[in-house]
């Protein structure tokens, strides 16, 4: 069993709209939560890395929250964009930062 | 349905020698993505694939480094002549078409 679910497995919504992709995960002992967005074809570009103490963190229009207790991340975007049409993968850190483990991600489509 | 599957999970080398990693994707799976990660740093795309051909490998360094995903086999990841600085993890992941990406558990290389 993946121990970093995503949901949802896709989204679609229309610009401008605002939208929440959430994650959790089992991971432990836990170090790092990253956020990326990956565009088709291409590499993933990080958002945010948040630690055991972050609760939010702010890249522009996305907004990324931290649950340490319930094991709960959510990334937030606001305003959407075309160019915000890409998959965001979350990534969960072991404590020393090699041990990663991978989201499926969620597929977000924005339509005009 | 096996997931994406990483082999060796740790390999060390000593300078100068070559590095070969393997990634087998999941079943159904053509396209194929390799990533690295250095330590304290995120992920960093090297190289997207399809079945005998190299799409995009704008994230391959000039020299030493190669890859291939052959019509029969596994793709290969191989690093000629290692260095120190090539230490770090190394991620594969495949997808069904350019869409949402499954990652492998990783390959950790250290180069004595």
């Known amino acids: 069993k993946n121990q970093v679910e995503q949901s949802p497995q896709s989204l679609i919504i229309l610009e401008g709209k605002n939208c929440t992709l959430q994650?959790?995960?089992?991971?432990?002992?836990?170090?790092?939560l990253r956020w990326y967005k990956q565009d088709t074809g291409r590499g993933p570009v990080s958002l945010t890395i948040?630690?055991?103490?972050?609760n939010t963190k702010s890249n522009g229009r996305y907004t990324a929250t931290l649950d340490a207790d319930t094991k709960q991340s959510s990334l937030h975007i606001t305003a959407s964009q075309l160019s915000d049409s890409a998959s965001y993968i979350c990534?969960?850190?072991?404590?020393?930062?090699?041990?990663?483990?991978f989201g499926a991600g969620t597929r977000l489509t924005v339509k005009p | 349905n096996a997931g994406v599957m990483q082999n060796p999970r740790h390999l060390v080398r000593r300078r100068g020698q070559e590095a070969r990693l393997r990634c087998s994707p999941m079943?159904?799976?053509?396209?194929v993505y390799w990533y690295r990660q250095l330590p304290e740093e995120g992920l960093k795309f090297m190289v997207y694939?399809?079945?005998?051909?190299?799409?995009?490998e704008s994230g391959m360094p000039k020299e030493r480094f190669s890859a291939e995903f052959p019509k029969e086999g596994p793709s290969i990841l191989r690093i000629q002549q290692v260095v120190r600085g090539d230490s770090a993890a190394y991620f594969c992941?495949?997808?069904?078409?350019?869409?949402?990406?499954?990652f492998g558990p990783g390959t950790r290389l250290t180069v004595l």
């Open positions: 994650c959790n995960y089992t991971v432990s002992p836990f170090s790092n």
């Open positions: 948040m630690t055991f103490s972050e």
């Open positions: 992941a495949s997808s069904p078409s350019t869409d949402t990406q499954y």
């Open positions: 694939l399809q079945k005998e051909n190299i799409i995009d």
């Open positions: 990534v969960v850190s072991r404590t020393g930062g090699d041990d990663m483990r």
């Open positions: 079943k159904g799976h053509s396209h």
